[in-house]
């Protein structure tokens, strides 16, 4: 294997060890007064470092004691990280015990177990971690459906309603005022939420409690009973949240709760990377925070150590065409890194194409020395992944999917492929081309005309449309294609993706994006209905706003190579797209900046060595030729190669195509490359492959040539 495993570098553990140095900016927000602070961070300025040092400051001072310190984070990773680095700060423990760093839901759990008694006596609680038995019940009596995918949507509308703190009967009202598209009619989901809410009470009075329960449950203590809220508040003094743009209602009642009168608390946020307002989050908080404490102390964090000043240009130029509350609050971003290449805009005709390309300058980057673990492809929604993992896959660089799982391995892509496997084993009707079967199974497995609502259902629609896309490329490649050598393609595909591995380079969608870093970061499919997605550009400017927010968030991410592109069509030939409405303001659409892109990006493609005409599809790129041009393929080399690679994988004990794919191979066989040079201009024939196995498989070229 290439690749050996070992953790990926998000970006705040790379340095968790190290004792950070802050710089003067920073300093002013550790060392601000006693008293309520504000800290307006901008991307990458550093607010773990900050707030792990305030708390530091505040221990080294005196001013309180580790145990007494309550830190809240929205990820158990970033709690686990916030106590690494307080650890190497010297601030873990004191002799009234730890600082406390803990999610919102785990704090409010340890605290409901302590205190749960003073209010509810013997009645018991648990927690409910599977929510889906009793929603379906309720589901079933409402007369609704209960697919997975209906169940999933309810159960993220409940936890949305709870983290509002809408109740059942106020629900049908509040959709209606915020004008929110529910997953089903409006009275229905209510009915759901009551029956799910009372379902959980049993006649002897004992809970099963949601996660959001635990908060909604430990408010309600503290606020009705005055010894249990002494207690808490002779414990825990001070309270410092990270993410705090993040923030829901119901985490801001609890976290009102635990302060009482009081006003020891530190925040930190970033308004501009507020992108989970569909969960309940809101800004206004941290917004709001110095009219709620006047006598706060505000600080803005706008050196940015993360990026290159011409990325943090172009990042100050997305957020600065901002709309609404947040663009008042804008920080400008000051890029404190040397300068480095300006970002790049490319246009491509389709996303095969797209991704071909890209795996080409990815390529490239990792010749130059760029990790593949600091290389990322950043998408809006996971069904973009397919272009990218196959055109990956080609070109024999590993990769990882984060947020979400690779295409192959996703539920409705593996029931396709079952239920077409099952089809292709029987006789199929004359006359019905391939193109038809695969249509009318896909849609029995709910790929309608229309784009269906609800979240879950909306996943599962755009994977089953990628793989009709797929289908679509593979049949223009090859009209002849049946439903067998179908099926066949696609099984050979989903078993060559790279096995995951946490060193490749990561896909990820722009929300599991969030809070990283890497060296390169591609930005793909930026068009519009993809970024801003199709269901913002039907709903409100504010939901734009959040997309542009998103935009940004992937712009940050990048520390030194950032590649912006889009493609006019999803596949070849397909229905033309625009590109986003994002970049309007970053690169017109004559500017030398996008004609330059144009030039250099391989727009034309590569050409067919037969016939000059431009390849499409990532099949055609790989042989170098058209599927339909005639093949020059030396079989004996494809003989001889396949047992040479039959003795490597079995010598190193790994499937054969981890030494080579069969296309790599074919197209070996096809171009007899003479030197490295022809070797490498190969997809699938990358550094690494090309310092194991160069040298014998020009050998090998050589020796069948002299037969
Ligand atoms: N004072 C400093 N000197 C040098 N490097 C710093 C300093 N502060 C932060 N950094 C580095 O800058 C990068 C960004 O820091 P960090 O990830 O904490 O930012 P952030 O504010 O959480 O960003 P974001 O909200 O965009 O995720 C990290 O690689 C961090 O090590």
């Keep these: 294997m290439d690749s050996v495993r070992h953790p990926t570098t998000p970006i705040s553990s790379r340095d968790a060890g190290a004792v950070d140095e802050l710089d003067p900016e920073q300093s002013a927000a550790v060392l601000a007064p006693r008293g309520p602070v504000c ?28 145990g007494q310190v309550l830190a809240v984070t929205f990820t158990a990773r970033a709690a686990g990280e ?73 159960s993220s509308e409940i936890e949305w309603a709870k983290a509002t703190l809408i109740a059942p009967e106020s629900y049908v009202e509040a959709v209606r005022r915020l004008g929110r598209e529910s997953p089903a009619p409006p009275p229905k989901v209510a009915a759901v939420y009551e029956q799910y809410e009372d379902a ?49 209602p119901v985490q801001q009642g609890l976290l009102d709760a635990w302060l009482g009168e009081r006003d020891d608390l530190t925040v930190v946020g970033d308004a501009n990377q507020t992108i989970y307002s569909f969960t309940g989050a809101s800004p206004s908080y941290l917004l709001d925070f110095s009219r709620r404490f006047p006598d706060a102390t505000v600080v803005r964090l706008e050196r940015d150590y993360r990026s290159t000043p011409q990325v943090v240009d172009l990042a100050n130029r997305v957020i600065g065409a901002a709309r609404g509350r947040i663009a008042g609050t804008r920080l400008r971003l000051i890029g404190q890194r040397p300068p480095g290449p300006q970002p790049t805009f490319a246009e491509y005709d389709d996303e095969p194409a797209a991704a071909t390309s890209i795996a080409i300058e990815i390529k490239h980057l990792i010749k130059q020395g760029v990790a593949p673990s600091e290389i990322a492809i950043l998408y809006r929604v996971n069904a973009q992944s397919e272009n990218y993992e196959q055109a990956l896959t080609e070109a024999g660089i590993p990769y990882q999917v984060r947020g979400g799982e690779a295409f192959f391995a996703r539920t409705e892509v593996r029931q396709a492929m079952r239920q077409l496997a099952s089809v292709a084993g029987r006789e199929v009707r004359p006359g019905v081309g391939t193109l038809d079967v695969v249509r009318s199974v896909l849609g029995e497995l709910g790929l309608s005309a229309e784009e269906p609502s609800g979240a879950q ?29 179908l099926s066949a393609e696609l099984s050979a595909r989903a078993e060559a993706r790279h096995p995951p591995t946490v060193q490749g380079v990561t ?29 913002a550009i039907k709903g409100s400017w504010e939901d734009i706003e959040e997309e542009r927010r998103l935009f940004y968030v992937g712009v940050t991410r990048a520390r030194e190579h950032l590649h912006l592109s889009w493609a006019l069509a999803r596949n070849e030939g397909g229905r033309a797209r625009r590109r986003s409405r994002f970049l309007n303001d970053l690169v017109p659409d004559d500017s ?8 250099r990006t391989p727009r034309k493609g590569p050409s067919c060595r037969v016939c000059g005409a431009r390849l499409t599809g990532s099949t055609a790129t790989l042989l170098g030729r058209c599927s339909s041009c005639p093949s020059d393929l030396d079989e004996d080399l494809l003989v001889a190669l396949k047992e040479w690679r039959r003795e490597r994988a079995q010598e190193k004990k790994v499937p054969a195509f981890v030494v080579f794919s069969d296309k790599t191979l074919t197209a070996v066989a096809e171009q007899r490359p003479t030197d490295t040079a022809g070797l490498v201009s190969i997809p699938g024939i990358g550094a690494s492959k090309l ?6 498989l020009l050998e090998i070229i050589k020796t069948a040539g002299q037969k």
């Design 39 to 66: 800290v307006l961070a901008g991307a990458g300025t550093g607010k773990t470092r900050t707030i792990t040092r305030r708390i530091a400051h505040l221990v080294d001072t005196g001013q309180v004691n580790p």
């Design 457 to 485: 259902a909306r996943a599962r629609w755009e994977s089953l449309k990628a793989l009709l896309q797929l289908t679509e490329d593979m049949i223009a490649e090859n009209p002849e294609l049946t439903l067998p050598d």
């Design 82 to 154: 916030m106590r690494t680095r307080l650890r190497s700060l010297g601030v873990g423990a004191g002799h009234t015990g730890n600082v406390a760093a803990q999610t919102f839901h785990a704090a409010a759990m340890r605290q409901l177990r302590y205190f749960w008694p003073h209010v509810f006596g013997d009645a018991r609680w648990e927690l409910l971690d599977n929510k889906f038995p009793l929603i379906s019940r309720a589901a079933r009596r409402a007369g609704l459906d209960t697919s997975t995918d209906t169940l999933r949507d309810l």
């Design 691 to 696: 310092d194991e196995y160069g040298e014998e």
């Design 200 to 248: 959980k009470v049993s006649p002897e009075g004992d809970r099963l409690l949601d996660f959001d329960d635990l908060l909604i449950y430990m408010t309600q203590i503290l606020t009705v009973d005055p010894g249990a809220a002494e207690e808490f508040r002779s414990r825990y003094r001070c309270f410092v949240v990270d993410e705090y743009q993040d923030v829901t």
């Design 592 to 599: 030398p900046a996008s004609k330059i892109a144009k030039e």
């Design 507 to 535: 896909l990820s969608s722009l929300h599991a994006a969030k809070g990283l870093e890497w060296d390169a970061v591609f930005l793909v499919g930026l068009t519009d209905g993809s970024l801003p997605i199709s269901q």
